[in-house]
C-alpha cells in the first residue's frame, strides 16, 4: 500500500499547455510538500502546505498554483508551461511542521517533458 | 548563506569496498543533518538523521554517519558496499524551528563496480 502517490508518473506536453500532478498520502501527516528535481539531480523545495494551510512558498512563478483540498492531498497546477518546467516533481509529507518531528516520506516522483 | 555542500558528483567503488561520502554545511549553528537515498526511478528514502548527542549516528541498510562539528561534516559510510548500493545519495540540513525547509545538496552518484 503506497504511502504517498503521485499522479500521472510521466507527463509530456506541449509549451502552453496547462497541466497538474496529484499527490495522495495515506500517513495520516498534516504536512506535505512539493520538490522540484532539475536534470542535474538537484532537488529544491517549492511550496508546504500544514493542514491546507500553505506555509512555505518559495520564489516560484505564479504560473505554479498549489491546492490542498484536505490534509491528504496536495496538488499542484502548472499553467503556461515552458521548456524550463521540464523536471521531476516529488511531492513529500511528514507529520508536523518542525524536522525533529521525523522524516519526510517522498513519492516516485512525477516526471514532466515540455516540448 | 545556509548551504550543504556534496563534493564529490559522482564515486565509483568495488562491491565489498568501504565507502565514505562526504557532506559539509554552512549554518551558524548546528542544524539538523539528514541523509537520503534515491535509487533509480525512485523516491528519497531517509537513511539516517542527526539532531544532537551522540555524533556518530546508525541507520538503515548499514549505513552510519558521523558528525563533526569542528569540520562542518556529516559524512556517510558503509563498511561494505553492496551492488544494491547503486543510488544517487542526498545529504540535507534544516535549522530553527517553525516552518521547515529541507535543504539538499547536490547529490553523489553511486557506482558499484562488480
Known amino acids: 500500500d503506497t504511502a504517498v502517490s503521485q499522479t500521472p508518473k510521466y507527463l509530456v506536453t506541449q509549451m502552453g499547455n496547462d497541466k497538474s500532478i496529484k499527490c495522495e498520502q495515506n500517513l495520516g501527516h498534516d504536512t506535505m510538500y512539493w520538490y522540484k528535481q532539475d536534470s542535474k539531480k538537484f532537488l529544491k523545495i517549492m511550496f508546504s502546505y500544514n493542514n491546507k494551510e500553505l506555509i512555505i512558498n518559495e520564489t516560484v512563478p505564479n504560473r505554479f498554483s498549489p491546492k490542498s483540498p484536505d490534509k491528504a492531498h496536495l496538488n499542484l497546477h502548472i499553467n503556461s508551461l515552458e521548456l524550463g518546467d521540464s523536471a521531476v516533481y516529488f511531492c513529500?509529507?511528514?507529520?508536523?511542521?518542525?524536522?525533529?518531528?521525523?522524516?519526510?516520506?517522498f513519492g516516485e516522483g512525477s516526471r514532466l517533458t515540455v516540448l | 548563506a545556509q548551504s550543504v555542500t556534496q563534493p564529490d558528483i559522482h564515486i565509483t567503488v568495488s562491491e565489498g569496498a568501504s565507502l565514505e561520502l562526504r557532506c559539509n554545511y554552512s549554518?551558524?549553528?548546528?542544524?539538523?543533518l539528514f541523509w537520503y537515498v534515491q535509487s533509480p526511478g525512485q523516491g528519497l528514502q531517509l537513511l539516517l538523521k542527526?539532531?544532537?548527542?551522540?555524533?556518530l549516528v546508525q541507520g538503515i541498510k548499514g549505513f552510519e554517519a558521523e558528525f563533526k562539528r569542528s569540520q562542518s561534516s556529516f559524512n556517510l559510510r558503509k563498511p561494505s558496499v553492496h551492488w544494491s548500493d547503486a543510488a544517487e545519495y542526498f545529504c540535507a540540513a534544516i535549522k530553527g524551528t517553525g516552518a521547515q525547509k529541507l535543504v539538499f545538496g547536490q547529490g553523489t552518484r553511486l557506482t558499484i563496480n562488480p
Open positions: 549554518y551558524g549553528a548546528t542544524p539538523y
Open positions: 542527526y539532531f544532537s548527542g551522540d555524533t
Open positions: 513529500a509529507s511528514s507529520q508536523g511542521t518542525s524536522m525533529n518531528t521525523g522524516e519526510l516520506f
